[in-house]
Structures are given as C-alpha cells and as structure tokens.
C-alpha cells in the first residue's frame, strides 16, 4: 500500500537516525568550507531530525534547521540541547521567510532533498532565494544524486541499507520519456515487528547541466563537483553528486 508522503515520514521518524545515520564526513564537508563554525550563520534544508544542525551547533555555529515533517521537527528539538541552534517546519521554496537578506554564511541542502521539488522552474526558484539569503561570498552545500549516471545506465535499485533492527529498499521506476519524473519505490521492514511501511514518491531527475545552468543563471560562483564528501573530483559511474558553489561578492 502506498501511504501521503507526509504520513510516511511522520511514521519512518523513530527510525530515520537507524537509516541515515549522522555522516561525519558531511560535518568536515561544512567545515572546511567555512574555514571555522565558530559564530557562522547556516541554514538547513530538509534538515530531518536535526542530526547534522545539532552536530554543527555544537562546533558553535549559529543554525537554523527546516524541514517540512512536524514529527521530523519534533525529534529535532527534542534533542537539541544549543540554544544558538533552531529548528521549525517549513518549506524550501519559502527559504526568505526564515532569514533575512545577505545574512547566512552558509545554506545546506543534504540529503537528494532538491529533486523533491516539482519542476525545474521550483528548483530555480529555490536558488534564486538562497542566492539572496547567503552573504556574498557565502556558500551553498548540496547533496543530490547522480540522475546522468541513473538515467544513462538504467539503475532501477539503490542500494540495501540494513541494521540489525531495520532494512530500508528503495527501487526506482525509470522514466520512459524525457520530461518525466522517476517513480522512487521504498520499503522500511522493522525487523522486530516483520511490519512494512511502503511509499512511493515522484522525484525529479535533475542532471549537472541542468544545475550547473541554473546556479550560474542566479550569481554563483566557483562551483565544485565532487563524488561524496571526502571531495573525490566528480566523474565516472557513481550514485552521489555533492556540489558547492559560492555567491558572487559583487
């Protein structure tokens, strides 16, 4: 049975830290771009339940995490012990409701949460205001996958991600045409209950040239493309696409 996307993740939220576990590596990612946390504004995007925002926080960045999940949010704040970190439910497509102009040293989006938007012109939409929160020479993080290699090879599965108390599969349904969307596929098994929570969501698959044009359209600068985020140069036949990109400083 396929269940409301909202639905789905209030009810995967007790077990989202099981399958996406905090990635030191994104936290040296953020690091080393900004040089130093101590004192830097960031924004995250689709930030779940806080793991990364809180870790950040505790290395003395000043962060506000949004995630459209209440439930998401709620774990989130209940974990929270920083007061210089904040968590609220929002939209990404309302990123100015949450920070001011020209105030953020840096805005994160992890975790394929952009090819959640609807369209090409959301994505640009998106940009555009983060491109008018961040401080000019401010940075822009993002995760997504590499819809290229996933098209161009017909990849139909992600990999199984498996812990003692849970399995997590998700399945793509490829696209026959050019301008659809793929048909992402997921089911969580709690082992100890055998119970399966099913859910099918649209995802667009949004290709380099396709971001690379958009970021540029919208005054960013020195975009580097890596494989994960130990920063292997982007190119060959793997999943991950991590980008970061700067706000022009004039």
């Known amino acids: 049975m396929k269940i409301d996307q909202g639905i789905f993740y209030s009810?995967?939220?007790?077990?989202?830290?099981?399958?996406?576990?905090?990635?030191?590596?994104?936290?040296?990612f953020v690091q080393t771009a900004l040089g130093t946390l101590d004192g830097r504004t960031i924004l995250d995007i689709g930030c779940s339940t806080g793991q990364l925002a809180i870790q950040l926080g505790s290395l003395g960045a000043q962060i506000t995490g949004i995630d459209l999940n209440e439930d998401m949010i709620k774990l989130a704040q209940e974990e929270n012990h920083f007061p210089g970190v904040n968590f609220s439910v929002g939209n990404m497509l309302e990123v100015e409701s949450f920070s001011e102009e020209a105030s953020q040293d840096a805005v994160l989006c992890f975790g394929n949460t952009l090819v959640h938007l609807d369209s090409i012109d959301e994505v640009a939409h998106f940009l555009k205001s983060v491109s008018k929160t961040l401080?000019?020479?401010?940075?822009?993080?993002?995760?997504?996958?590499?819809?290229?290699?996933i098209l161009d090879h017909q990849i139909e599965e992600l990999p199984l991600i498996d812990t003692p108390k849970i399995s997590f599969i998700r399945k793509y349904d490829l696209p026959t045409f050019e301008?659809?969307?793929i048909i992402f596929n997921t089911e969580l098994v709690i082992k100890s209950s055998r119970e399966s929570l099913f859910h099918a969501s649209r995802l667009l698959p949004l290709?380099?040239?396709?971001?690379e044009s958009l970021l540029e359209y919208y005054g960013?600068?020195?975009?580097?493309?890596?494989v994960?985020?130990?920063?292997?140069?982007?190119?060959?036949n793997h999943l991950p696409l991590i980008v970061s990109a700067e706000r022009a400083t004039s």
Do not use: H, T
């Not at 009810?11 to 590596?25: T, V």
């Not at 401080?135 to 290699?149: A, M, S």
């Not at 960013?220 to 890596?226: S, T």
């Not at 994960?228 to 060959?236: A, H, L, S």
């Open 135 to 149: 401080k000019p020479g401010g940075k822009l993080l993002l995760q997504i996958l590499n819809y290229d290699y």
């Open 228 to 236: 994960n985020f130990k920063k292997k140069p982007f190119g060959g």
């Open 207 to 211: 290709k380099k040239k396709d971001l």
């Open 220 to 226: 960013f600068e020195r975009m580097r493309y890596y």
């Open 179 to 181: 301008e659809e969307k």
């Open 11 to 28: 009810s995967i939220a007790q077990y989202y830290n099981q399958i996406f576990p905090l990635n030191e590596d994104q936290v040296q």
